[in-house]
């Protein structure tokens, strides 16, 4: 990895720039982001694929009953 190479020259800039006497070792730990990404990615393509078979099944879908069920006022009551 780049910053473990670089750790010595990065651990002397840290150093300058904060004025401590010692400066502490440094670190560097992978984090998680990447498979919490690859997560997010899967989520998103099963929803991707669950609105596309609701378009599917939507395409040729009609109303039940009449297209519009609700009475209207200048209806004539039977």
């Known amino acids: 990895m780049a910053l473990e190479s670089a750790t010595g020259v990065l651990r002397s800039a840290v150093g300058r720039q904060t004025g401590v006497r010692y400066t502490p070792t440094l670190t560097f730990v992978a ?14 393509e099963k929803a991707r694929e669950s609105d596309a078979a609701v378009r599917a099944n939507a395409a040729g879908a009609t109303y039940a009953g ?3 069920p609700y009475k209207h006022d200048d209806e004539d009551d039977e």
């Open 66 to 68: 009449d297209a519009d």
């Open 31 to 44: 984090d998680v982001i990447p498979e919490g990404a690859r997560q997010m990615e899967e989520l998103l």
